[in-house]
Nanobody
């Protein structure tokens, strides 16, 4: 699956941004889809992910501030980011995971290009 992320930009602390990720096939059929981020000098970390069943998982640092949602009809996933902090500054990557089930199941991970989010203090 191909992923394309949109919506990054510059925002002041306390502000909001909404990221969008367009997938090349139905998001309903994707095992999990969501967002990672990577700040300068840091490792890439999970931000939020939503499963095909609708369950969500958030990094502790964004719980209560970020909301992930999915529009299966439009093959899109969104990340609503509220109460942004300077430490949220990072390149945000759209991510998807397929699971191929069989005698030896395995995962396939997909990455979109990043979109830069900069939060000024």
């Amino acid at each position: 699956v191909q992923l394309q992320a949109f919506g990054g930009g510059l925002v002041q602390a306390g502000g909001s941004l909404r990221l969008s990720c367009a997938a090349s096939r139905s998001t309903f059929s994707i095992n999990a889809i969501g967002w990672y981020r990577q700040a300068p000098g840091e490792q890439r970390e999970l931000v939020a992910v939503i499963s095909s069943g609708g369950s969500t998982n958030y990094a502790d640092s964004v719980k209560g501030r970020f909301i992930i949602s999915r529009d299966n009809a439009k093959n899109k996933v969104f990340l609503q980011m509220n109460s942004l902090k300077p430490e949220d500054t990072a390149v945000y990557y759209c991510y998807a995971r397929d699971v191929v089930y069989g005698e030896h199941s395995y995962e396939i991970n997909y990455w979109g290009q990043g979109t830069l989010v900069t939060v000024s203090s």
